[in-house]
């Protein structure tokens, strides 16, 4: 049932995949230009220290949407089912009256127990988040897109990602395999589109206020843009990529590095097709790093219209705007690219704000150096829309700080895990002589000091003050013992602190059920 007074105010949750946390203009980065973003930083608040609890986009977002650590929803990988247990943002914006729809995706991977083997939500990972409704579900097999292309003429290929192809026609020999733009205008382009149909549905909300998630898939892979965002950046200057001198000299961090480069090199793993990792040299890095700050200039202008017509029809100032990513991308820091395993570059997001309640001189415009992570985002908007926050979440409402306060007792460092077990494969269950559960990380990280604990190999542990790359793994260094086992002991005391507590606020006895919950 709605509580009394129904919603309040509209909802606008943004999300774009694969965006890295220092590639934002208001944060100085040299080539990226973001000026959507820019301006909502400096009418809402940045959060420059945001981190995401999982990696790839499923558990992210399962993350991102339930409020939940990896070791608490469990979805541990894309195609991992979500327990249909958990309450979900959209479950929770249902009871204050709104309808939540999703344009995009939301990539669930639903429950099987109960559905017959037959069900085809149980043969795909990008199932919707219970609670949203799909206003357009735009998954990789890009059909709504493609139909919407083909009713405006264009030839349709049999295999629709050729829809991203570089245009042959501007095609030169010995280019760089992401440098020729794709053949269509940036207008027709799937971010423009899909902003564009969320724009006519904005268009027509007049009797009620709404709950929006706008999920675009920029800037991920397949690293080809549209004119003119292809040549925004000059791939001369792009900042180099941070690493050892070679791949193999950086597999030797670790034996999950390795083993996982070894894969990607190998092509393996389709991160950046139509890009083969064998392709990657010097030149062809900086091209891709170019282009990437390009998909990211090009989210921005797709999200630029959203914002416009917010403006022009006034709902602006009564809506709440949080934009942020499921997850970052490594970019060849680290000879990887995409978005697995422990480096800052594939956990560390952006997070921005934008409170119409907000006093003018009070949060507006603040960056915000305190830690925040992804599980802070569903009891920000809770808290927001006068819902309370379910018990079980594992976040905090930043509602503080978008009033330029700072609450009382706030985390001083992150957490996020990583799972990497095979289940139709057993590709490291086999290369590192390991057992499913035991393929997984868990990282804290504070200011100072990073502590990766996996579950079946050794331990990482890296000086954030002198090796801020994390290319110098101190954790067999004897002299760093002692304070390695303190950093062990603070990742075992927050997994504690923050196991399943659904009930765990009841006690049943004489008189019924009895609760501290305040």
């Known amino acids: ?22 590639c934002i203009g208001a944060l100085g980065h040299p080539n990226v230009r973001t000026p959507t973003v820019d301006a909502l930083a400096a009418d809402g608040v ?19 949407l339930t409020g939940l650590y990896l070791h608490n929803h469990r979805s541990l990988r894309n195609g991992t089912p979500l327990d249909r247990r958990h309450r979900t943002i959209g479950h929770e914006a249902r009871k204050v009256g709104y309808a939540p729809a999703l344009f995009g995706y939301t990539d669930t991977s639903a429950d099987p127990r109960g559905r017959d083997p ?12 219970p609670g949203f409704d799909a206003e357009l579900l735009l998954t990789e097999s890009l059909e709504p897109w493609a139909a919407w292309l083909k009713g405006k003429g264009y030839p349709v290929p049999e295999r629709l990602t050729d829809l991203y192809l570089p245009d042959p026609a501007r095609s030169r020999a010995g280019d760089p395999p992401t440098r020729a733009p794709m053949t269509m205008p940036v207008e027709d382009e799937i ?74 090199w190998a092509g393996q793993l389709p991160v950046a097709q139509p890009v083969p990792m064998a392709a990657m040299d010097e030149a062809a890095l900086a091209q891709l790093r170019a282009t990437y700050y390009g998909l990211v200039s090009l989210a921005d202008a797709a999200l630029g219209r959203v914002v416009a017509d917010l403006k022009a029809s006034g709902a602006y100032d009564d809506t709440l705007i949080v934009l942020t990513a499921d997850h970052g991308e490594h970019l060849g820091d680290h000879w990887l690219l995409g978005k697995d395993g422990y480096h800052d570059q594939a956990f560390h997001i952006p997070l921005v704000v934008r409170d119409p309640r907000a006093a003018a001189d009070a949060g507006r415009g603040r960056v915000v150096e305190a830690f925040t992570e992804a599980v802070d985002v569903m009891p920000t908007i809770l808290e927001w829309i006068g819902q309370p926050v379910p018990h079980a979440c594992d976040g905090h409402a930043l509602t503080p ?39 997984g ?73 009895a609760s501290n919950l305040r």
């Open 46 to 64: 940045l959060f420059r220290n945001h981190f995401t609890q999982a990696a790839p986009c499923g558990p992210a977002r399962a993350s991102l």
């Open 401 to 439: 700080f978008l009033g330029g306060g700072t609450p009382d007792r706030w985390r001083d460092s992150v957490h996020w895990g990583y799972d990497f077990r095979d289940v139709r494969g057993g590709h490291f269950e086999q290369a590192l002589g390991l057992a499913p559960d035991q393929c």
């Open 1 to 22: 049932m709605a509580r009394s007074g129904g919603p309040r105010g509209n909802v606008l949750l943004v999300t774009f995949d694969q965006w890295r946390a220092d």
């Open 191 to 264: 971010t423009f589109f899909l902003a564009d149909r969320a724009r006519e549905w904005l268009a027509v909300r007049r009797d009620r206020p709404w709950f929006l998630h706008l999920s675009f898939i920029r800037p991920h892979p397949p690293y080809i843009a549209p004119a003119p965002f292809d040549a925004l950046v000059d791939p001369a200057a792009v900042p180099a990529a941070v690493r050892a001198p070679d791949r193999v000299e950086q597999g030797r961090q670790h034996p999950w590095l390795a083993a996982h480069l070894a894969r990607q």
């Open 441 to 513: 990380l868990l990282v804290h990280r504070d200011r100072r000091r990073k502590y990766v604990h996996f579950a079946g190999l050794p331990p990482l542990f890296f000086d954030l003050e002198q090796d801020p790359g994390e290319l110098e793994d101190l954790a067999g260094d004897p002299a760093r013992q002692a304070e390695m086992l303190a950093y062990a002991g603070r990742l075992l005391s927050w997994r504690m602190a923050h196991e399943d507590r659904t009930l765990t606020h009841y006690h049943l006895g004489p008189g019924g059920a």
């Open 118 to 129: 037959a069900d085809p939500a149980l043969a795909t990972y990008e199932g919707v988040l």
